[in-house]
């Protein structure tokens, strides 16, 4: 029990102990941080509303999409492809995942970029279309990015589903489209519930995917958090933007388990991490 | 019942094949309206596979499957009005027993009133006799009560065919004696036709109008459980139907009165199937065929000499494992009443197995 104490407030408590006091500091002559107690910090929050309005719209929507693109594409790996290709196509989700998310994304900035798909669609004859800069260029990183994280959870829900319980929906009547709804689905929400939960909190501080692809345009709280921390050295505001994001991640994701368990009608064995 | 000629399904020149391997081989059998039926067989035989092809999760690779003289191969399962214990329940664990046991009912267009629902799922909670459970989960349920609920799950659709795949296997053996009474009543009570596949033989023969053994894809005998102990076709269904002492020997008169020589001596028994002069085959003879004496009987009864190798206590019977230096070891099975006027032989000692020259059977060697 103690070693474990031990890690969790050293590396857990600690820091975010650490964070709050900064937060209510003041800004160094030099940049840093200076003892003070204000609320001038969260005040000015408001100043960075742009970041929480881009994190709190683009991560949910983002987790959304990954869900819907993931649970077709984890389904037929587990329920529709044969052994051989099972292997092989599961190799295939995990193989960008050995390419850092920095050179993918690279990758991404052609491809969206005026010689990548604008120059095709330009030579299709329609027009100029902006894609790189945009909300959806990095939507688009977002689902690529984190679509592994999605496809595993439920990869591994459907994967144990007993197939028998198919079969016997099928024996009671059940098309093969009610069995999917009523037999399935439900059956395979713990991974729905898992996946939508580790790409959402990863998303919230997400800053990598947004600096790259949004050009500085479309910017989340994670890049905020960068700017406030390195370029301008105001620790302290810097705190209270964190510890403003932690509150938001708090209520957002103890309302979605008490959602997801009232919906698993109190199940035990759903387990989100 | 068995006795009608009321046929509800057919499996007609049936085979399945899966690439080399042939699950079911040129299987026929006509199942009746209202019967008992049960497929028996070691794991191979393909007997689930027969059940699986009249449920409509097999294509037969040829051959037809029929329902009420319609043929139904290419119609799936959701469409059959066949209904399938499986043989580990299959239960919906994310749904309630009540609604485990109306995902049938729900699933018929047009749809049925909520109420009529609810009615038909008491009732069949009644008949499984789990009144008021339909609130529970499944995880909360024994092992013997989710068969149940699997019971309830298919009959409350009153389905034309009752498939049951091995249903009692996970069941421990004094639960499944009570399930075995308790199903038989039960296919009395609703009429349905059941056709049960099970491994057990004394499952099979206690609850069957009717056995249909198999063996290698093919059906070997079908009978009422009486004919196939009494008269086996093949040492392979006396061997699986019973317990069957088997002596090797050759035919010596084929015919209405076959012989067999064993170990010098002259049999006469019954043949079902014609042999040959000269060929191998075996004496079989059933344990309650054979007497256990302490002196030599008289004449009109083939005697051997043995002495005791084990003894087995069964309550109403005593099994004896006797050995003979010519026959070699085989079961005997004396009669409490028996035992009572002779005394019960001990392991080790000298005794006399007897019979009567014209019981048992001849059967060949396949």
Sequence with gaps: MFPATAWFVAMLVLPLIVVFVFSFGERGPAGGYVPAFSFANFLNLGARWAAFKNTMVLAPIGTIACLFIAYPLAYFLAVRASAKWQTMLLILVIVPFWTSILIRSYAWIFLLGGKGLPNVFAALGLGHIQLINTPFAVLVGIVYGYLPLMVFPIYVSLERLDKRLLEAASDLGAPPLNTFLSVTLPLSMPGVATGCMLVFILLMGEFLIPAMLGGGKVFFVGNALVDLFVQSRNWAFGSAVAVALVLVMLVTVTAYMRFTRRWSGGRDDISLM | MAEQNDPIAELRNTSK??????????????????????????????????????????????????????????????????????????????????????????????????????????????????????????????????????????????????????????????????????????????????????????????????????????????????????????????????????????????GDSCQIRVVGLNHTANAPRSLVIGQT????????????????????RISVPVTIAARIFLGEHTEYLVKNTDLGEFLVLVPRQAEAVEGAFEPGQAAHASWRDGVGLILGND
């Design chain 2, 281 to 300: 085959a075996s004496l079989c003879l059933r344990p309650e065929q054979i007497t256990l004496q302490r002196n030599a009987t008289p004449a009109d």
């Design chain 2, 17 to 254: 094949h899966y690439g080399k391997v042939i699950a079911a081989d040129n299987v026929s059998l006509t199942i009746q309206r209202g019967e008992f039926l049960s497929f028996l067989g070691p794991s191979g035989c393909g007997k689930t596979t027969a059940l699986r092809m009249l449920a409509g999760f097999e294509v037969p690779t040829s051959g037809d499957v029929l329902l009420d003289g319609q043929r139904v191969n290419d119609l799936p399962p959701y469409r059959r009005p066949i209904n399938m214990v499986f043989q580990h329940y299959a239960l919906f664990p994310h749904l309630t027993v009540f609604d485990n046991i109306a995902y049938g009912l729900r699933q018929q267009r047009p749809r049925l009133q909520k109420a009529e629902i609810a009615r038909a799922v008491d009732k069949a909670l009644d008949t499984v006799r789990l009144p008021g459970y339909g609130t529970r989960r499944i995880y909360e349920m024994s092992g013997g009560q989710q068969q149940r609920v699997a019971l309830a799950r298919a009959i409350v659709n009153e389905p034309k065919l009752l498939l049951l795949d091995e249903p009692m296997a996970a069941l421990d053996k004094k639960l499944r004696r009570d399930m075995q009474i308790e199903l038989q009543t039960l296919q009395r009570q609703l009429g349905i036709t059941f056709v049960l596949v099970t491994h057990d033989q004394e499952e099979a023969l206690s609850m069957s109008d009717r056995i249909c053994v198999m063996q290698g894809g093919k059906i070997v005998q079908i009978g009422s459980p009486r004919a196939l102990y009494d008269s086996p076709n093949t040492r392979y269904v006396a061997d699986f139907v019973g317990k069957t002492n088997f002596f090797a020997g050759v035919v010596t008169a084929s």
